[in-house]
């Protein structure tokens, strides 16, 4: 199973997440409570290991913006969120040779094509990113393709969303932190056993 780790701030963030087995982490370039700056990513790009994917989160932003704050900050990932994002925008950023992750929220009830805009990874959330809002994600099974389950998961809820909608990968934010912006290193942990034992 897949994790990334989203809205990390710190350089202990970064380590904890990478030490507890995350797959990948995020950082939050857009509007939010979790946002931090391009200089503040680059810093932290370099921590997790070259195995764990790091990735820039967009939502706003256009994609010349996004090509420069790759160059600046050595991301290997893009996540462009929301439905304002197109097709063309993805092929904007081909070249760039960077893992691209399209987010998107879904009512549960339709089927949704991974690479449908040219994305490498599908991201299926909550209306309200970020929020920790769980939504009717038990309408998603059957989904196939290299796609991500977000949207108010925790500890708690995590091994019961995996065995309804089995994804290939899990996505949190809110359900690791202990005030909103500030991950709880304990429930990072947490999380990742329960993915794990799931
Ligand atoms: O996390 C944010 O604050 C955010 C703001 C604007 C656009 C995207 C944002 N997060 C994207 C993510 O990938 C989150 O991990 C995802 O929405 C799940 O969040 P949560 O429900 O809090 O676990």
Redesign the pocket.
């Known amino acids: 199973m897949f994790v990334k780790i989203?809205?990390l701030r710190t350089v202990a963030d970064v380590e904890c997440a990478v030490a507890e087995g995350a797959d990948a982490v995020?950082f939050?370039l857009?509007a939010?409570?979790?946002q931090i700056s391009v200089d503040d990513v680059a810093r932290l790009v370099p921590v997790a290991s070259e195995n764990v994917l790091t990735v820039g989160?967009f939502?706003g932003q256009t994609t010349a913006e996004v090509r420069d704050v790759v160059a600046a900050t050595g991301l290997g990932a893009v996540?462009l969120?929301g439905n304002a994002y197109t097709a063309e925008n993805f092929a904007e950023l081909t070249d760039l040779g960077v893992t691209l992750v399209r987010?998107t929220s879904v009512t549960g009830e339709e089927r949704v094509t991974v690479g449908s805009h040219g994305e490498d990874m599908l991201?299926l959330?909550?209306p309200r990113?970020?929020?920790?809002?769980q939504w009717a994600w038990s309408g998603l099974r059957g989904q196939s393709g290299r796609w991500m389950l977000?949207?108010?998961?925790g500890p708690d809820n995590v091994a019961e969303a995996v065995a309804s909608v089995q994804p290939w990968g899990v996505?949190?934010?809110?359900?690791v932190e202990v005030t909103r912006g500030t991950k709880d290193h304990g429930l990072i942990r947490d999380f990742m056993k329960a993915v794990r034992e799931s």
């Open positions: 989203c809205g995020g939050v857009a939010s409570p979790r989160v939502l996540q969120h987010a991201i959330d909550s990113a970020g929020s920790g809002e977000a949207g108010g998961l996505d949190v934010s809110s359900g």
